[in-house]
């Protein structure tokens, strides 16, 4: 990941409703979830979760995916992987071995 990437992904979370949305996203994996029931968890309107979601989406780390009359939202995985890689790549000075294990999975996992 390069720099202005990751610049747009932490401008994307960088809102409290988005960083918000983000938890939820990760919270459900795979399964993902709709704006509607994004929106019941944090109390939101449906249409500003939108908004919000079509920011996330723009940045990469989410993707959605059309059913029937609804959008599904999902965490991408591999995106999020990258900004953790980029922003811990060279922590302790690039020495895994000197960080958590839960660091190296993240850096050397592809």
Not at 67 to 80: K, L, N
Request: net charge positive.
């Amino acid at each position: 990941m390069d720099t202005i990437t990751a610049v747009r992904c932490f401008q994307a979370i960088g809102q409290t409703h988005r960083l918000e949305m983000f938890r939820e996203l990760a919270k459900a994996g795979e399964d993902g979830l709709t704006a509607g029931l994004i929106a019941e968890a944090l109390d939101l309107v449906p249409s500003q979760v939108s908004f919000h979601l079509k920011e996330l989406e723009a940045s990469g780390l989410c993707f959605a995916e059309r059913e029937g009359r609804f959008i599904r939202y999902r965490i991408a995985p591999s995106a999020v992987r990258a900004l953790l890689k980029f922003l811990l790549a060279d922590c302790c000075q690039g020495r895994k071995d000197l960080c958590s294990p839960a660091l190296s999975k993240i850096i050397t996992k592809r």
